[in-house]
C-alpha cells in the first residue's frame, strides 16, 4: 500500500503532530503571566496532505496579544513580538537603516492596519540594539535585534507579552508551532490588512542544512532554524519578518522559539530541489532561534534593572598612548557607569608612517539619533571628525590615516552606560587592501581607493566606506581609473554614491555601471564614499585616485560658492550682458581641476560654445572651432580619403553630450569645405581646412565664435593653454560622450624637434608642440583632430584660436607629446576665404 506524503512528512519528522490545549479565561490567569491568549482560535489540529489550507487564516482579533507591527512613517514594514512593557524583538535586517530611529514606531493591540482599535497602542522606538555578530554581508546569521520603546505599553487582552525560552528548553522537530503577520498570502501576492497565522513543523537540524545548501548560494549560519512542508503551500512571506514563531509549552503558555527571518520565494516546495532549476528551488522558512542568541537578550534586558550606583570617571586627561598597540578601557571595569558632565581626551600616537586601526570591543553609550548628549568622538589632531558613536551598536573597526588620532568622550548629567572598550594598534599604509569594507578607512593623505578583491570580481552585500579629509583650504577630487559596476536605472542595485559629509546628509554624484564617472569635486575639505552592492551579480569593481586641490585654485568668485559638478551646472546660472557675437568668451565660466582628455577631466556644459563637433552619419569624426556664423575651422586631414562622404557631413555645435539629443544643439549640412593647398598628408604640414555651413548659425548662450590670433603671433613657451574634444580616453577605448578638457602647456620648438626627429618633414615653423613630456596619458587623441587648442589672453577675459590639434604618435604616449596647426601663420589664407581681405584685425 502506498504511502500517502502526509505519513511521510509524519515518519520524516519523528513526532506527532497532535496536541492538547487549553483555553482558559484571562480572568483566571495572574497578571505577569507571558505567553496567554484571551481566546483560543486555534484548537490543535492534525495534519496531513489534503487538510492543510495553503496560505494559513485570518485570526480574531487579540489572538496574538505580543504581536507587533513594526512601522515606517506609519506604514507596517515589518513585524515584531512584544516580550516586556519596553522590549519588542523584531529582526535585525529590517532595523539595519541607521536613519530609520526618526520615522519608527511600534503599535502593540494592531489587528486590522487600516483601523485603530480599542487597545492599540503606538510608542516611538527609544533605540535600536542589534546583535553584535549581524552582519548585512550575511544577514541570514544572528538575524535578531532588540527595540526598547520611548515609553511603556500597557497589558490588557490584546496587549500581552511573549514568553522567552528557557535556557535549557527545547522542542523537537515534527512539533507544530504558528507564526503570524500582515504579509503577502503568496509570492506576489497582495498584501492583507487584517493579521493571518500559519502553523508549521520544526525541521530537523540537518535537514534544514541539506536544503538550504542546494540553493543557488548555500546558506549557512550558528543561529538558523527551519519549519515548514516539503511541498510547500504553508509559509511566512515579505512583510512577515521580525515577526515570531511560537510554540506552546505543554502547561499552555506560548514560547518564542524563533524570529521571522527569510526564504527562498513564499511556500515554494523544496522536495527535489536538485532537480530543479536555481530560479525554482525553494526553501522552508528561515527563522533565528532564540535559544542560541538568549543570554545576549537577557544581558540587554536585564541592564534597565542594573544598579547605577558605581560609576568611575575617567583617570587620565589629554593622555598620550605611544605604544604600537594597546587596549583603552573607559570605565577600567566594564562593570561600572560612567559619570555625570565627563570630558575625557585621550591621544593615540604611533610610530612616524604607520597607520592607526582602531577595533571597538565594546560600547555602551546614551542613545541618541545625532549622539547630541553623551558620545565618543574620534577626531584627528587638527579637529577634523572622523565619527561621533553612542548607543550600543559596535563601529566598524576604523583605519586612519595618519600616525595620530584623538578620542574625547562627554557626558551630561541624566542617562548613564558603562562605557567603551577599544583595541588600536600600529599598521604599515596598505597593508587593509579592502580597508574600506572590512572596516571604516579615513585617509589624510592623497592616495587610491578600490572595490573589494579587485580586479578580481567584487563580492555580494558589500557595503564598503571611505571618508577623506583634505586639509584646510583645500577640497577633495575623485577621479575613477576602472569602473564596472552593476548597471541599473538610478543605481538601486550596485553604486559608488559620494556625499559631501560624514553623515551622508547631501549625495553629490552615484554612480554605476560600465562607463568611466566623471571626476567627483567635494564643496569642502571631507568627502564620504560609499560602496554597496547587492545580492545578485558582481563584476570587476572600481579603481579610484582621489587628490586635494587649493580652493583659490578653483577660480571661484566667492569662496563659499558650493563647487558643482559638470553634469549639474544650471545653464542660466552665469547668464551674463555678453553679446552674443563676441569672440573668446562664455557664458559658462570655465573650471579646471588639474586632470586631462585621456584618463580625464569633464567640461562645464558650454563653457567653450565654439567647439564644434564634425560629423558623418551622426558620429563624430574631428572636431572644430566656430569662426563666424557661417565658418568653422578644423584640421585638413580630417578629409582625407573621405571624399566620397562629402553629402554626409554635418557641423553640430551647442552639444555637451555627444550621444543626447541636447534641444540647445544646431545642426547645419556642410555647404564645402576648403583645404590648404598646400596641405601634404605625409608631413602634414599646413594641416587646415576651412568648413562653409549651409545655413548660418544662431550666436546665443550656447553657440559663440572664438578670437582669432594676430599674423605670426607666436605662443610663448610654457604659456599653460586649453584642448578639448570628444576624442577616445586612450588608445583602443571608446569615445567620449560627454565634452572633455586638459590644460597643457607650450613646449620648446627646439625640444619638440628632438622628440620627432625621424618624422618626415620634422616639425616645421607653422606647427608647435604641446604637452607634458615626462608622463604618460595626457594628450588629445582620436576623435578630437581638428578640435581647437585656445590660449587665454592675460587677464583670462577671453580665449584666443593659437592651435588646431593635429598628430602626433599615439596618445598620451612618454616622450610624444601632441603637435599642433599654428594657426597665426594662416590668419591671411582664413580672413581671404571668410571676407575676401587679408587684413588680421579680427578682435
Request: net charge negative; proline share 5%.
Amino acid at each position: 500500500m502506498p504511502v500517502a506524503l502526509g505519513d511521510v512528512l509524519l515518519l520524516m519528522l519523528g513526532t506527532t503532530f497532535l496536541r492538547e490545549g487549553s483555553s482558559t479565561p484571562m480572568s483566571m490567569q495572574k497578571e505577569s503571566k507571558c505567553g496567554q491568549k484571551t481566546s483560543e482560535t486555534d484548537q490543535w489540529h492534525f495534519y496531513s496532505y489534503l487538510s492543510r489550507i495553503v496560505g494559513g487564516n485570518q485570526v480574531k482579533q487579540g489572538s496574538h496579544p505580543w504581536q507587533i507591527s513594526l512601522k515606517r512613517n506609519q506604514h507596517h514594514f515589518c513585524g515584531g513580538t512584544l516580550v516586556s512593557t519596553q522590549w519588542v524583538i523584531t529582526a535585525a535586517h529590517c532595523v539595519v537603516s541607521r536613519y530609520l530611529l526618526n520615522s519608527l514606531t511600534v503599535t502593540a493591540g494592531e489587528h486590522d492596519l487600516s483601523l485603530t482599535e480599542e487597545e492599540e497602542q503606538t510608542l516611538p522606538v527609544k533605540y535600536i540594539i542589534k546583535h553584535p555578530r549581524y552582519n548585512t554581508k550575511n544577514p541570514m546569521n544572528y538575524d535578531i535585534a532588540l527595540l526598547r520603546v520611548n515609553g511603556h505599553f500597557k497589558f490588557g487582552p490584546k496587549v500581552w507579552p511573549a514568553c522567552l525560552p528557557d535556557p535549557n528548553e527545547k522542542f523537537d522537530p515534527g512539533f507544530i508551532c504558528t507564526t503570524c503577520g500582515w504579509g503577502r498570502l503568496g509570492e506576489n501576492a497582495v498584501l492583507p490588512g487584517v493579521l493571518h497565522e500559519v502553523d508549521l513543523p520544526i525541521l530537523d537540524q540537518d535537514l534544514c542544512s541539506r536544503v538550504l545548501s542546494t540553493l543557488k548560494k548555500p546558506v549557512q549560519g550558528d543561529t538558523l532554524m527551519c519549519a515548514g512542508f516539503p511541498d510547500g503551500g504553508k509559509d511566512a512571506c515579505q512583510g512577515d519578518s521580525g515577526g515570531s514563531l511560537m510554540c506552546r509549552r505543554e502547561h499552555g503558555s506560548w514560547t518564542l522559539v524563533g524570529v521571522t527571518s527569510w526564504g527562498m520565494g513564499c511556500a515554494r516546495s523544496w522536495m527535489s530541489n536538485l532537480k530543479k532549476k536555481y530560479s525554482m528551488r525553494g526553501s522552508p522558512g528561515v527563522f533565528t532561534e532564540l535559544i542560541k542568541v538568549l543570554p545576549w537578550i537577557q544581558e540587554h534586558m536585564d541592564t534597565d534593572a542594573k544598579m547605577k550606583s558605581s560609576r568611575a570617571s575617567c583617570s587620565i586627561q589629554d593622555g598620550k598612548l605611544p605604544d604600537s598597540e594597546g587596549r583603552l578601557d573607559f570605565p577600567e571595569s566594564p562593570k561600572h557607569f560612567y559619570q555625570d558632565n565627563q570630558l575625557c581626551v585621550w591621544t593615540l600616537l604611533v610610530p612616524e608612517g604607520m597607520h592607526i586601526l582602531l577595533n571597538f570591543s565594546y560600547l555602551d553609550v546614551e542613545p541618541d539619533t545625532f549622539c547630541d548628549y553623551d558620545s565618543l568622538s574620534v577626531t584627528s589632531t587638527d579637529d577634523q571628525l572622523i565619527g561621533k558613536f553612542c548607543g550600543m551598536d559596535l563601529p566598524l573597526p576604523i583605519l586612519v590615516g595618519s600616525n595620530t588620532v584623538r578620542l574625547k568622550f562627554v557626558s551630561d548629567n541624566k542617562e548613564h552606560g558603562t562605557g567603551f572598550s577599544v583595541i588600536y594598534q600600529a599598521i604599515a599604509p596598505d597593508t587593509l587592501s579592502d580597508s574600506g569594507c572590512e572596516s571604516l578607512a579615513i585617509f589624510f593623505e592623497e592616495g587610491m581607493i578600490q572595490s573589494m578583491h579587485y580586479p578580481e570580481a567584487y563580492s555580494n552585500l558589500a557595503d564598503c566606506q571611505w571618508i577623506i579629509h583634505a586639509p584646510e583650504n583645500y577640497v577633495v577630487k575623485l577621479m575613477y581609473e576602472h569602473f564596472e559596476l552593476e548597471e541599473s536605472e538610478h543605481c538601486i542595485y550596485d553604486s559608488v554614491a559620494v556625499y559631501e559629509n560624514v553623515a551622508q546628509e547631501k549625495e553629490i554624484a552615484r554612480s554605476c555601471g560600465f562607463a568611466l564617472p566623471a571626476p567627483v569635486l567635494s564643496s569642502s575639505s571631507p568627502m564620504m564614499i560609499r560602496f554597496h552592492s547587492d545580492e545578485t551579480e558582481t563584476f570587476g569593481g572600481f579603481r579610484a585616485r582621489f587628490v586635494f586641490i587649493h580652493s583659490a585654485d578653483l577660480n571661484l568668485s566667492n569662496a563659499n560658492t558650493e563647487v558643482i559638478l559638470p553634469e549639474e551646472v544650471n545653464d542660466t546660472a552665469n547668464e551674463t550682458d555678453i553679446p552674443d557675437d563676441i569672440c573668446g568668451v562664455a557664458s559658462n565660466q570655465p573650471r579646471f581641476l588639474f586632470s586631462r582628455i585621456i584618463g580625464g577631466e569633464e567640461a562645464v556644459p558650454h563653457s567653450w560654445p565654439w567647439q564644434a563637433s564634425m560629423q558623418i552619419a551622426s558620429e563624430n569624426v574631428c572636431g572644430g572651432a566656430v569662426l563666424t556664423n557661417t565658418w568653422v575651422l578644423t584640421a585638413a586631414h580630417c578629409f582625407t580619403y573621405r571624399e566620397h562622404y562629402r553629402d554626409l557631413w554635418r557641423v553640430v555645435v551647442g552639444v555637451h553630450d555627444i550621444k543626447a539629443q541636447e534641444q540647445n544643439s544646431q545642426r547645419r549640412l556642410v555647404k564645402q569645405y576648403i583645404m590648404h593647398p598646400n596641405f601634404n598628408s605625409t608631413t602634414m604640414d599646413s594641416d587646415i581646412a576651412l568648413v562653409q555651413l549651409s545655413e548660418p548659425l544662431e550666436f546665443n548662450h550656447y553657440v559663440r565664435p572664438v578670437c582669432l590670433p594676430e599674423k605670426d603671433e607666436k605662443v610663448e613657451p610654457s604659456r599653460v593653454c586649453v584642448i578639448t574634444g570628444w576624442g577616445v580616453h586612450n588608445e583602443g577605448k571608446e569615445i567620449s560622450r560627454k565634452l572633455q578638457q586638459l590644460e597643457i602647456p607650450i613646449l620648446l620648438s627646439e625640444e619638440c624637434q628632438k622628440y620627432y626627429v625621424n618624422h618626415p618633414g620634422g616639425v616645421n615653423k607653422q606647427m608647435f608642440c604641446a604637452g607634458f613630456l615626462g608622463e604618460r596619458d595626457k594628450d588629445s587623441c582620436a576623435g578630437d583632430s581638428g578640435g581647437p587648442l585656445v590660449c587665454p589672453s592675460k587677464e583670462s577675459s577671453y580665449y584666443t584660436l593659437n592651435g588646431i590639434i593635429s598628430w602626433g604618435f599615439g596618445c598620451g604616449r612618454q616622450g610624444y607629446p601632441g603637435v599642433y596647426t599654428d594657426v597665426a601663420s594662416f590668419t591671411s589664407w582664413i580672413h581671404q576665404h571668410i571676407y575676401g581681405t587679408n587684413s588680421s584685425n579680427w578682435k
